[in-house]
């Protein structure tokens, strides 16, 4: 069966870096995993895949070397084992609010002893039958990563305890929604934003674990990495194809071409 590129990497406190990828595309996860990232976020919480496009996703990262870590939606419990047997080697659960559902995503992600997660063994995770049974339940056990996200100032008060929930291998700041939530939306430079990753950080320090958090430039980057996140989201495909085409535009517009948007896009332009 396959195992974990970012919990060996994380174990050696070394940073992981993980590419969020949006569109419906087979091939950007292929490639993606081609060029060597640690790990692709495969976004289900915001964006309208099924499991099924979600398994064909997975599939084609296995060309390369990235771990797939699949983010469903809040309390999606019986999709995130789905996406673990579609072969997902992390889950990302959004929206956390205490401990007690820190341990229901435990208790979905992992086998007896550690959880109660159902057996199946029929899909790409074991391979389809192909390991014994036992080893396939030590090994999913020790190679699943569970990220739980701290969004919202309420789960900020319990972080400690969700920290503390045996299973759980990386605290996730969500910089959006929690800006939003606390209601300075998109002020990450604010001193409420700033302690919030400072109370997370050392949440995950004194537990023993990681924590790690969206950037959106690289010096948001360098900032996380020296408060000790070695869980780093950086790039986004929707993102990086907006501005290869901005740059495409504004060069083009030098030379003469005109570029009509929708009324409604104008604010983009």
């Not at 739980?148 to 929604?177: H, R, T």
């Not at 919030?196 to 958090?213: E, F, Q």
Request: proline share 5%; hydrophobic share 45%; with cysteine.
């Amino acid at each position: 069966m396959f195992h974990s590129r970012v919990k060996p990497k994380l174990a050696r406190n070394e940073p992981v870096l993980v590419a969020t990828l949006c569109l419906g595309e087979p091939s950007i996860f292929e490639l993606t995993s081609i060029m060597g990232f640690d790990g692709i976020w495969l976004e289900l919480e915001h964006h309208a895949h099924s499991v099924e496009a979600a398994s064909t996703y997975i599939r084609a990262a296995r060309v390369g070397v990235a771990d797939v870590i699949a983010r469903p939606g809040k309390g999606e419990f019986m999709r995130l084992g789905r996406l673990l047997e579609a072969g997902a080697r992390g889950i990302m659960y959004p929206r956390c609010d205490d401990a007690a559902e820190a341990a229901e995503v435990v208790r979905w992600s992992k086998f007896a002893p550690l959880g109660e997660r159902g057996y199946d063994g029929g899909n790409p995770d074991q391979p389809y039958g192909a390991t014994p049974m036992e080893e396939y339940i030590i090994t999913a056990n020790r190679e699943t990563l569970v990220v739980v996200q701290i969004e919202q100032p309420s789960a900020l008060e319990q972080v400690e305890a969700i920290a503390a929930v045996p299973g759980v291998d990386v605290l996730m700041l969500g910089p959006a929604d929690f800006t939003v939530l606390s209601g300075i939306p998109g002020q990450f430079e604010s001193d409420r934003f700033r302690e919030a990753r400072l109370r997370i950080a050392a949440a995950a320090r004194n537990a023993g674990i990681h924590w790690g958090t969206t950037c959106a430039t690289i010096r948001h980057v360098e900032e996380a990495m020296a408060l000790g996140a070695r869980f780093i989201c950086y790039g986004i495909d929707i993102m990086l194809l907006k501005q290869g085409l901005e740059r495409i535009r504004t060069e083009c517009s030098q030379l003469g071409f005109t570029f009509d948007a929708p009324a409604q896009n104008r604010v983009l332009i």
